[in-house]
């Protein structure tokens, strides 16, 4: 069975300092990974996804994410964060029958 | 081209009544996904539809839940004789095809949601 664990409920950086969002996933087969974000009462946009091609993935608003399969780590990441990027972020893995399975979610907050 | 709509976007029930939640996928999306947000948690997987067809039914309560997705109109998720813990929020996503069709991962676009409050 497939399934992702968030290893941070909540994230506070600095406006300008990198973003790190942790993800362990666990999987039978080669997984699919995906990173999506939820802005308050909004609903989700996907950032960036990994379907087994090239293990560095760029995504939407600077984001990346690094498929590691020693590890089994889909590590979330920006550079220089900014105020927008306050929300909530789930990792998912693709699950069979394609239904995704989400992990409990990471907070982040940026402060000024 | 719209996105996915949901309607109602905010939906009060007492306990007891009936809640539909409609869907109404991408222009030319054809398999649509329900999903539940419990207060503080992440979504769970509930029913994925085609076209008149359940796939995948895994993640709906064996009680007091439904789903349709019929060949003309949207989506419904029918949630019987609520309870307070159906309170939740309730989002729908549509991909144009099933991911395995084909050999590559269609994304699912969701919408915004239907918050249910049950009193």
């Known amino acids: 069975a497939q399934s992702v664990t968030q290893l941070d409920s909540h994230v506070s950086v600095s406006e300008g300092t990198p973003v790190l969002l942790r993800c362990n996933y666990s999987s039978s087969y080669s997984p699919s990974l995906f990173w999506y974000v939820q802005h308050p009462n909004k609903g989700l946009q996907l950032l960036l996804k990994?379907?087994?091609?090239?293990?560095l993935v760029k995504g939407i608003n600077g984001f990346e994410a690094e498929f590691k399969k020693s590890e089994t780590s889909f590590h979330l990441t920006k550079p220089s964060a900014h105020m927008s990027d306050a929300a909530e972020y789930f990792c998912?893995?693709?699950?069979?029958?394609?239904?995704?399975?989400f992990g409990t979610g990471t907070r982040l907050q940026v402060f000024p | 081209n719209a996105g996915v709509m949901q309607n109602p976007r905010h939906l009060v029930r007492r306990r007891g009544q009936e809640a539909r939640l409609r869907c109404s996928p991408m222009?030319?999306?054809?398999?649509v996904y329900w999903y539940r947000q419990l207060p503080e948690e992440g979504l769970k997987f509930m029913v994925y539809?085609?076209?008149?067809?359940?796939?995948?039914e895994s993640g709906m309560p064996k009680e007091r839940f439904s789903a349709e997705f019929p060949k003309e109109g949207p989506s419904i998720l029918r949630i019987q004789q609520v309870v307070r813990g159906d309170s939740a929020a309730y989002f729908c996503?549509?991909?144009?095809?099933?991911?395995?069709?084909?050999?590559?991962?269609?994304?699912?676009?969701f919408g915004p949601g239907t918050r249910l409050t049950v009193l």
């Open positions: 222009k030319g999306h054809s398999h």
């Open positions: 998912v893995v693709r699950g069979n029958t394609d239904k995704l399975i």
């Open positions: 990994y379907t087994s091609a090239a293990t």
């Open positions: 539809l085609q076209k008149e067809n359940i796939i995948d």
């Open positions: 996503a549509s991909s144009p095809r099933g991911g395995r069709e084909r050999g590559s991962y269609n994304e699912q676009f």
